[in-house]
């Protein structure tokens, strides 16, 4: 029974291990004209650059959360203050925003002009992989 419960919490621990080291992958059509580097990306996540549609994920999620620490330098309360800020002054509204990993690839997918983030594990051949974060 001792070595039951070890050997589960050994599973559990590699199992937690590994979710929590998904890769996030930067999409777009692949018809898209532009080819953004991490910079661009970042720019346009936070609206400074309109050359793509971003398409964001409604709720904060461990994917989100990496792609925007990551990308834009930004974290949850900061991302918030940040678009306070631009809607606030009139200047920005955020990004459309979409419930889920399937439903990013589903709108990048049918959109040349879209640009979103998804976990790794759900792209498929309906969209380009720009880049990952590890």
Known sequence: ???????????????????????????VNPGAAKSPSQAEVANIF???????????QKDWNPIKDKFY??????NEAQLKSYWSGLVFT??????P??????????KVASDAGAIGYVDSAAVNDSVKVLFTVP
């Not at 001792?2 to 979710?19: C, E, G, K, P």
């Not at 620490?69 to 930004?74: F, G």
């Not at 009139?90 to 990004?95: A, I, V, Y």
């Open 1 to 27: 029974m001792n070595r039951l419960i070890r050997t589960l919490s050994v599973t559990a621990l590699f199992s937690s291990a590994f979710s929590a080291t998904a890769e996030v992958a930067i999409i």
């Open 46 to 56: 936070l609206v400074k650059d309109k050359s793509l549609s971003g398409i964001d």
């Open 69 to 74: 620490s990551t990308i834009t330098n930004k």
């Open 90 to 95: 009139g200047k920005g509204q955020p990004l």
């Open 97 to 106: 925003s979409v419930v889920d990993d399937a439903a990013v690839v589903a």
